[in-house]
């Protein structure tokens, strides 16, 4: 069974510290994923990571950045955290795909709440 | 614009009345479309993924559908424990994944 694990289920931050969220896989995924999950707007992509040291832009990255520097694991990092970051983070992995996306599978999730 | 619509937003049913929920896409060239469940406080449970119109997968109560603008997921006399939020996603190419706001469903005893 594929498990993806994450740091912290429940984090409570104040506003302008730096946040970090980390997340693991055991299925040698090559392929990471940062959501973010709202109310009324559903899962949107932050980042995601091809590969080590890879990275690319989602659909909302401002505010954050990622890291991976080994396969299993892939870093969300928030420089500066805002009461607008208050969210449900999900963090997901796959296999490459090719021209198909492989199934996503997804962690437990971080509810962070910032003050 | 939304790519990904789920209907209905919310469904109550009692245990044993069947139903489904659709999802309906504007993407061109589907790639394939993906069907979670998830639970309240935790992550997305991988159900489904479907790949051309006409194909069907099933997994115990639950059957999932595909044409060439929407998916359905029937839920066969539910039970309480399928209740839950599913959700639907498509992708839509460059590592992406579009996903609809979910159909909220409560299984009443």
């Known amino acids: 069974d594929v498990k993806v694990t994450q740091s912290s289920r429940y984090l409570v931050k104040r506003t302008g510290e730096k946040v970090f969220l980390e997340c693991v896989q055991d299925?040698?995924?090559?392929?990471m994923f940062w959501y973010r999950q709202d109310p009324g707007l559903g899962l949107r992509l932050i980042y995601f990571?091809?590969?080590?040291?890879?990275?690319e832009k989602g659909d909302i990255p401002e505010g954050y950045s990622v890291s991976r520097e080994k396969k299993e694991r892939f870093s969300l990092i928030l420089e500066s955290a805002s009461t607008n970051q208050t969210s449900m983070y999900l963090c997901?992995?796959?296999?490459?795909?090719?021209?198909?996306?492989?199934?996503?599978?997804f962690g437990p999730g971080t509810r962070l709440t910032v003050l | 614009e939304d790519q990904v619509t789920q209907s209905p937003e919310a469904l109550r049913l009692q245990e044993g009345e069947s139903s489904s929920l659709n999802c309906s896409y504007t993407v061109s060239g589907l790639r394939g479309l993906f069907w979670y469940r998830q639970d309240p406080g935790k992550g997305p449970e991988f159900l489904f993924t479907l790949y051309s119109a006409g194909e069907e997968k099933e997994k115990e109560r639950l059957k999932a559908t595909l044409t060439k603008k929407e998916s359905f997921l029937h839920i066969t006399a539910p039970k309480p424990e399928d209740s839950a939020t599913y959700l639907c996603a498509v992708d839509y190419g460059n590592n992406r994944l579009a996903f609809g706001k979910g159909n909220q469903v409560v299984v009443i005893p």
């Open positions: 997901a992995s796959s296999s490459p795909g090719g021209v198909r996306m492989d199934t996503q599978y």
């Open positions: 299925m040698d995924h090559e392929n």
């Open positions: 990571s091809y590969d080590v040291k890879m990275k």
